[in-house]
C-alpha cells in the first residue's frame, strides 16, 4: 500500500514546516535509508536531511530484540545475570511471551514521545494484518496480567493509544477492491478492539484525471491504426480505471467516514528524494470531507 | 512423491489469486491438485466461491478434466493434531490448556509458518493428489517458513529452559543457580505470573523434542526436495520488487532456484508513435489529451519492465510471467481460469505425471 513511502513523505512535509521529526521504522530499514542517500538505519537515530526553518528529519529501526535488551539492562538485568547467555535469555522471554515483544516496542516509542524526543514521531507500523496484533497487544497482556511491571507497561500503552492528543492512526490503502474492503476491516478493529483514535485515512496512488480525455475518445476515428489506436486504448484503459476507482473511493467513503487525504499516483514510481516531496506537497494540502465529490490532485512537479 | 509448486511474496501482490489460478491450470492439464492457503482474509474462499470452507480439502467443482481441491488452514487445528501426535496421553490437553500457550500458538512468529509447512507436508504424502500448490503464509518476511520447523525444535527444545529448571548433569547443575537468579530478575519485570506460565508450558513440553526433530527433518527435506518448486509473485513497483528480490535471492542462498517470477498487475503497454517520428507528422495527428494519457502510461510500462528486468537479472533469469492489470479487479471462477491460462502459457512445464495416460489408440 506504500505505507512506508506515505510515513517518509509525512515526515517531509511535517519537517519542512519547521518540525523536528523522527520516523520510526520497525521492520526492512534499508528502503527508507537509500531514499535520503544513507545506508540502512541502526537502532540509535540517524539524521536524514535538515530542512530552511529548522525542520529536521531523523529516522531509526527498532527492533524488539534491542528494545527488550534494553529494558531488561534498564532494571538491573546485566548485574544479575552474569555469564549466563543474554541473548538466550533475551529471546526465551520475548518468543515465550507472545505480544510482549510488541509491548516493549510501544514502550520504547512511548519513551521517545515522553523525553520529547522530537515535535512528532511518525510510526511505519507492521502490515495490516499484523498492525492489528502489533496494537492489540497491550491489551491482550492487560488481560493476562493482574499486576506487575507487565500490567504497568501495558497500561501506560493503552494509555497513550488512546489519547488522541497523543497518539493518531493513519490508514493507507489504495483506491482499489480488495485494499478497500481490508482497510474498512482493519479500522472498525482498531476503533473497537484497540480503542485508537483514527487520523485520516490517506489514499495512496490515486489516477488523476486528464481533462477532455473521454471528449477526444469520443471524436477519436472508430477505426485508428497504430499509435492512434494505441493512444485510444490507453484513453480507454484510463477511463475505466478512473471510473473504478471513483466507486472505490465512494464506497470507502461510505463504510469508513473518516477524512480522505489523496495522493497522486506516480507514474514513475520509486521512493526517491524528488517523489517524497511531490507526496509530501499532496498530503499538506490537507484532506478533503470524505462526502465531497471525488476530486484527484494532480501530481505537482518539484 | 508429489508435485509442489510453492508461491512467495509479500503482502497484496495477488499470491493467493495466482497459486489458485496455477491450481486451476494444473487441474486442467489433467491432474488432481490441492491448493492450500493460510489468508486470514479468507480471500482464496471468495475467487473460488468456497465461503466457509473448513480445515478439510474440498472438492471445487469447475470445467476442467482433473481435480481441483482448496483447503484452508487452521493454525490451532494443526497445532492440537501435532501435539497428540507427538505427544504422552494427557500431555497435549495439559499443554493446550496452558493460557500462556493459547497466547503463543496466536503470536509467535514461525508457529503459524510451521502449521503451514506441517499441513503442506501431509498433503503433499495425501495418496488423494498429484500436486499440491502453497500459497505461503504472509508474515513479516515471506521467507520465514523454510526455517519454522528449526525454529519451533528450538522452541520445544529450550536449552535455557533446561540449563534453569531441568539440570540434567553436574556441569549444568552448577549454572543452574544463576539460571534461577536469572529467572527471578525476569520475573521482576515481567511480572512471577508469566514466567509461572512459560515455566509450566516448558515443563508440558518436555519429551517433545525428538518427535519434533525428526518431524522438522522431515519437512525440511520436502522443502529442499527438487520436486518443491518456488515462485514468486510479485506487482511492478519499486517496494515490491525489492521485497521479491531478497526473498528470490533468500531462497538462493538456501540452494534453492525460482522456478519462476509472476509480475502480477503490471501496467499494459498501447502502441506509440515511431520514436523517430517524434516531433514530426506521427505526433501531430495524436490530439493532446491522448497524447499526454499516453506518454504516462508509456513511461510507467517502461519503469516497470526496468523494474521486473532487473529482478530476473538479479534471480539468474527464471521465466517471467506478466499479468497485465485489468482496469477492474477481475473475480470469480472465469477470472481464475483466464488468468490460470496466461500462467499455463508461461510457466516452465511440469513433469510428466506419475502415471502416464494410455497411448491414443485408433
Known amino acids: 500500500m506504500g505505507k512506508t513511502t506515505v510515513g517518509a513523505s509525512v515526515g517531509v512535509a511535517a519537517a519542512r514546516s519547521g518540525l523536528d521529526v523522527l520516523l520510526v521504522e520497525l521492520e526492512g530499514a534499508s528502503r527508507l535509508g537509500r531514499a535520503f542517500g544513507a545506508g540502512p538505519l541502526g537502532y540509535a537515530d540517524s539524521e536524514l536531511e535538515r530542512f530552511h526553518g529548522g525542520g529536521r528529519l531523523r529516522a531509526r529501526h527498532l527492533t524488539a530484540r534491542e528494545a527488550m535488551r534494553e529494558y531488561l539492562d534498564a532494571g538491573g538485568m546485566n548485574r544479575i545475570t552474569g555469564r549466563l547467555p543474554r541473548t538466550g535469555l533475551v529471546d526465551l522471554v520475548t518468543s515465550a511471551a507472545p505480544g510482549l515483544a510488541d509491548l516493549v516496542l510501544l514502550g520504547k516509542i512511548r519513551q521517545l514521545e515522553q523525553k520529547g524526543e522530537a515535535d512528532l514521531i511518525v510510526v511505519d507500523a507492521p502490515a495490516s494484518g499484523h498492525a492489528v496484533g502489533f496494537l492489540m497487544a497491550p491489551r491482550g497482556l492487560a488481560r493476562t496480567a493482574a499486576s506487575g511491571p507487565v500490567r504497568h507497561q501495558a497500561d501506560l500503552a493503552l494509555e497513550l493509544l488512546a489519547d488522541e492528543a497523543r497518539c493518531r492512526v493513519a490508514l493507507v490503502t489504495l483506491p482499489e477492491e480488495g485494499p478497500v474492503s481490508e482497510v474498512i476491516e482493519t479500522g472498525f478493529t482498531l476503533e473497537d478492539e484497540v480503542g485508537v483514535r483514527l487520523g485520516p485515512l490517506v489514499l495512496n496512488g490515486c489516477w488523476a484525471p486528464i481533462d477532455g480525455l473521454s471528449d477526444a475518445v469520443e471524436q477519436a476515428p472508430a477505426r485508428g491504426r497504430g499509435a492512434a489506436a494505441g493512444a485510444v486504448a490507453a484513453a480507454r484503459f484510463r477511463l475505466e480505471r478512473l471510473e473504478a476507482q471513483t466507486e472505490q473511493i465512494a464506497r470507502l467513503a461510505r463504510e469508513l467516514p473518516l477524512p480522505q487525504v489523496r495522493l497522486p499516483f506516480l507514474f514513475t514510481p520509486g521512493v526517491d528524494r524528488p517523489g517524497l516531496d511531490r507526496l509530501a506537497t499532496a498530503l499538506a494540502a490537507g484532506p478533503v470531507v470524505a462526502s465531497a465529490p471525488v476530486s484527484v490532485p494532480a501530481p505537482t512537479v518539484g | ?362
Open chain 2, 1 to 362: 512423491m508429489h508435485e509442489a509448486l510453492l508461491y512467495l511474496g509479500s503482502g497484496g501482490v495477488g499470491k493467493t489469486t495466482v497459486a489458485a489460478a496455477s491450481a486451476v491450470a494444473a487441474a486442467q492439464e489433467g491432474a488432481r491438485v490441492v491448493v492450500l492457503t493460510i489468508d486470514p482474509a479468507r480471500r482464496l474462499a471468495e475467487t473460488l466461491d468456497l465461503d466457509g470452507a473448513g480445515d478439510e480439502a474440498r472438492l471445487v467443482a469447475g470445467p476442467w478434466p482433473g481435480e481441483l481441491w482448496a483447503a484452508q488452514r487452521q493454525p490451532s487445528a494443526t497445532l492440537a493434531e501435532v501435539l497428540h501426535r507427538h505427544g504422552r496421553p494427557g500431555q497435549a490437553d495439559r499443554i493446550l490448556s496452558n493460557p500462556t500457550f493459547q497466547a503463543v500458538t496466536h503470536a509467535t512468529p514461525g508457529i503459524s509458518e510451521y502449521m503451514a509447512v506441517e499441513r503442506f507436508h501431509q498433503l503433499h504424502t495425501d495418496a488423494r493428489f498429484d500436486v499440491v500448490v502453497l500459497d505461503t503464509p504472509p508474515s513479516r518476511h515471506a521467507i520465514e517458513f523454510l526455517d519454522s520447523p528449526q525454529r519451533l525444535c528450538r522452541f520445544v527444545d529450550n536449552r535455557l529452559y533446561r540449563t534453569v529448571l531441568a539440570p540434567r548433569s553436574g556441569v549444568l547443575r552448577s549454572a543452574s543457580s544463576a539460571g534461577r537468579l536469572a529467572l527471578r530478575a525476569v520475573a521482576r519485570l515481567v511480572g512471577m505470573e508469566l514466567v509461572d506460565n512459560v515455566m509450566r508450558l516448558f515443563a508440558d513440553l518436555d519429551g517433545l523434542d525428538q518427535g519434533f526433530r525428526d518431524r522438522a527433518a522431515e519437512i525440511g527435506e520436502l522443502l529442499t526436495s527438487p520436486r518443491c518448486r518456488y515462485r514468486l509473485v510479485t506487482t511492478a513497483r519499486p517496494e515490491t520488487v525489492a521485497e521479491a528480490t531478497w526473498i528470490g535471492r533468500s531462497l538462493i542462498d538456501r540452494g534453492l532456484t525460482v522456478d519462476a517470477v509472476v509480475a502480477n498487475r503490471v501496467a499494459p503497454s498501447f502502441a506509440r508513435p515511431e520514436r523517430a517520428g517524434r516531433g514530426g507528422g506521427t505526433r501531430s495527428r495524436v490530439p493532446t489529451p491522448l497524447a499526454a494519457n499516453l506518454a504516462e502510461l508509456s513511461a510507467l510500462a517502461e519503469r516497470e519492465a526496468e523494474l521486473v528486468g532487473g529482478l530476473a537479472d538479479a534471480l539468474g533469469r527464471p521465466p517471467v510471467v506478466r499479468v497485465q492489470e485489468r482496469a477492474r479487479m477481475a473475480r470469480g471462477r472465469d477470472a481464475l481460469v483466464g488468468l490460470a491460462a496466461e500462467l499455463a502459457a508461461a510457466t516452465p512445464p511440469r513433469p510428466p505425471a506419475r502415471t502416464p495416460l494410455p497411448p491414443p489408440t485408433r
